[in-house]
């Protein structure tokens, strides 16, 4: 009775109902193939950002991932990875139940909160983890002001 007043549970329970017919079906895997949308923003690789003073540091989580098939770029104060996860063939001759893993290309843009020396950037992958040290120009290091009185 309240759905079709309250758009917030109307919405809610469309989404839960079952399509009505095949068509439905059809414009649902569409819009959302295999539970995932293609034009939200790629959050792959995950990664953690720090920042202190002197340099920022991104850790990237690249698991199964080769060093050479991942390339590292910096372009107007972003840092642009991007690379492909292959699948390997003597694997596709297999009889697979079930494939979780991703595999193929991928690109992810992070901004920077500040600019950075590009000649220092230095990057090591070990375990599956990519490490990117980004020392900060002297300029965007800031400092502190005293204040008279």
């Known amino acids: 009775m309240f759905r079709r007043f309250l758009p917030a549970l109307k919405r809610r329970s469309e989404e839960l109902q079952r399509p009505a017919d095949i068509f439905d079906l059809m414009e649902a895997f569409w819009k959302d193939p295999f539970g995932v949308d293609l034009f939200k923003e790629s959050h792959f690789p995950a990664i953690n950002m720090s920042e202190n003073e002197n340099e920022i540091k991104i850790e990237a989580e690249l698991p199964g991932m080769d060093p050479k098939d991942i390339e590292l770029t910096l372009q107007n ?15 596709s001759k297999d009889n697979f139940h079930r494939i979780e893993c ?9 901004p920077l909160p500040a600019e950075v020396e590009e000649k220092d950037i230095s990057a090591r992958f070990k375990n599956g983890i990519l490490e990117i040290k980004l020392p900060k120009k002297e300029g965007a290091k800031g400092r502190t002001i005293p204040i008279e009185g």
């Open 102 to 110: 991703s595999y193929g290309s991928f690109y992810r843009s992070i």
């Open 77 to 91: 104060n972003n840092l642009i990875i991007k690379g492909e996860k292959k699948f390997k063939e003597e694997k």
